[in-house]
């Protein structure tokens, strides 16, 4: 139980230091994305670019 | 009638002569058996039992040594009836353009064209218990939503034996009664001996699974054991052909192809579509929520992909609206494959929000490195076993890509919401998947592929073996490539040509 508290603890802690450093990261990466037209790719996602200013 | 060589003593074979011998009780020589004219003295023989069985399912075991693939003794059916043992009953007719010769897929083009098989479409369906009137699998999914009109992608649909024909069941009252067939279950091909001038078949041997040999001789051969085993078949009886029968152009066993199965990726859906979803009534039938999409044969050609099939497959929680398409978009642009992969390894597994899956069935391309060959280790009946080398070119990684990009951008472009498509699919060089994905279909096919001239091929358009007068061989291994459907009705397509083939040939001694 405790060892589970623990492991959620360390997850959620490495979930976000990995959001922070990861995020910008991901986001404008040339190896990830790839402008094409009004798409983007985030995160293997095919995006329109209009969908950033949506959320 | 029907006997079992594993029980007979005497030499059932002595002092026969037969018009023709069917090697493999399996869909196509079933078919054929059936097809064949009545005046034709038939021998069918059947090497497992009328039931699984260990001692002859065995025998199938092999050693794959390519891309992941099935296990050889789990991929088939050694029993009466064959692989309609385990098939899932869908079945389409190829497209013209998978018979015609394309630029950009080297080694296409088949002898033949459509036109050729469409004459047996009705009797096909007939076969596989079809009802008259257009039936199709009752598609809940996609299929009302998605556009038809879209210039690259278009709707398609299988048909579906329901429940799947299994020729055995079918046919084996017809295998008793009918006079002129003879089958004997437990009956092996275990080798075969040509004339001295090695251009037609003077006797075989058969052997039961108590070590009984048999010979006995027809005047026409058939072999219609499956896509692998016709090749394994053909490459171990060589004490006359040193590649073995048909292989002078070692082509015997090469282009062994499958359809290539894949999850590519996943998607979210925009709110009004969820809205429909969320209106339909829950679909819990896999089959029934699929939604097939083909390529147009002008994105064929304009992008140089081959023929496939695209499967949107809603899951069960998207007939329930619970978050906005806006929620889920900023879920995918704030979540990252690293956090991902953390989560996943911790725990296992981790249970991101989508609304569906797609999938992609495809055409393979044919191959010469992917291919069929016979190891040293041998099965109980002395004949060496199957080595595999499943391989892909990069024409079938780009056809992955292509397909889901455009699908990705038909979604976002009509609103109908956004498409993930996995690492492995954009990334360069990355390797195909092995398993957990479903990765093929069992569908064995190429290795004896026909062509017009023997140098592109072991069998002619009749499905004869090129320098052999008197050896067929019917089944998936002739296709020379494969389209996208599954191969059951083209199998039986042919299969009914070659009864007719056969029928018009004059075979008296």
Not at chain 2, 85 to 105: C, E, M, Q
Request: aromatic residues 10%; contains cysteine; glycine residues 6%.
């Amino acid at each position: 139980m405790e060892r589970d508290s623990s492991r959620r603890k360390f997850l959620s802690l490495a979930g976000k230091i990995a959001l922070v450093f990861t995020a910008s990261v991901t986001l404008f990466s040339s190896k990830k994305i790839k402008n094409e037209e009004e798409y983007i790719f985030i995160n293997g996602w095919l995006l329109r670019k209009k969908d950033l200013n949506d959320i | 009638m029907i006997y079992d060589l594993n029980k007979i003593h005497n030499d059932p074979f002595k002092d026969k002569q037969f018009d023709i011998c069917i090697i493999g009780g399996g869909i196509a020589g079933i078919t054929l058996s059936m097809y064949l004219k009545k005046s034709l003295n038939i021998l069918l023989l059947e090497a497992g039992g009328e039931d699984f069985s260990i001692e002859s399912q065995e025998v199938y075991k092999g050693k794959n040594i390519g891309h992941e693939y099935f296990e050889l003794d789990a991929t088939r059916a050694r029993w009466l009836g064959g692989s309609s043992n385990l098939w899932g009953g869908w079945f389409a007719p190829l497209s013209s353009i998978d018979f015609r010769k394309r630029d950009y897929v080297k080694y296409s083009g088949w002898p033949i064209n459509k036109t050729d098989l469409d004459p047996y479409d009705k009797e096909a369906r007939s076969i596989v218990d079809l009802p008259d009137k257009n039936q199709s699998i009752n598609y809940q999914g996609w299929t009302d939503i998605i556009e038809e009109s879209d210039k690259n992608l278009n709707g398609f649909k299988f048909k579906w034996s329901s429940p799947p024909t299994n020729f055995r069941d079918k046919y084996k009252s017809k295998l008793v009664n009918r006079s002129n067939i003879t089958c004997y279950i437990n009956a092996n091909l275990t080798d075969i001996t040509l004339s001295d001038n090695l251009s037609s078949i003077k006797k075989i041997e058969i052997k039961n699974y108590k070590g009984a040999l048999f010979n006995t001789n027809a005047k026409i051969y058939i072999l219609a054991t499956g896509g692998i085993e016709n090749a394994r078949l053909l490459l171990n009886f060589n004490k006359q052909c040193k590649n073995g029968i048909g292989n002078d152009n070692d082509l015997v066993g090469r282009f062994f192809s499958d359809h290539p199965h894949f999850m590519i990726g996943s998607y979210i859906t925009d709110d009004h579509i969820s809205k429909i979803f969320s209106s339909k009534k829950v679909e819990k039938r896999y089959d029934y929520r699929i939604t097939f999409l083909t390529p147009s044969e002008k994105f064929q050609k304009n992008d140089k992909v081959l023929n496939f099939g695209l499967r949107v497959e809603p899951s069960l929680k998207a007939y329930s609206h619970t978050q906005s398409f806006r929620d889920k978009l900023k879920d995918v642009v704030c979540s990252n494959d690293l956090s991902e992969s953390i989560v996943k390894k911790f725990r296992g597994t981790l249970d991101c929000w989508t609304d569906g899956d797609i999938r992609i069935s495809a055409e393979q391309a044919p191959n010469p490195k992917s291919r069929v060959t016979i190891g040293s280790e041998v099965d109980k009946l002395g004949l060496k076993r199957t080595i595999l080398n499943w391989q892909f070119q990069k024409i079938d990684k780009t056809t992955f890509k292509k397909a889901s990009m455009d699908f990705a951008k038909l979604f976002a472009k009509q609103n109908l919401g956004r498409v993930k498509i996995d690492d492995w699919v954009l990334t360069e060089n990355a390797e195909l998947p092995g398993f957990p994905q479903e990765v093929g279909g069992n569908h064995h096919m190429g290795t004896t592929r026909m062509s017009a001239l023997p140098s592109e091929g072991v069998v002619d358009k009749n499905q004869k073996v090129f320098g052999m007068d008197n050896l067929y061989i019917a089944g998936s291994s002739v296709f020379p490539t494969t389209g996208h459907v599954n191969p059951t009705f083209t199998i039986i397509q042919m299969t009914l040509r070659l009864a007719d083939h056969i029928n018009a040939r004059d075979i008296r001694v």
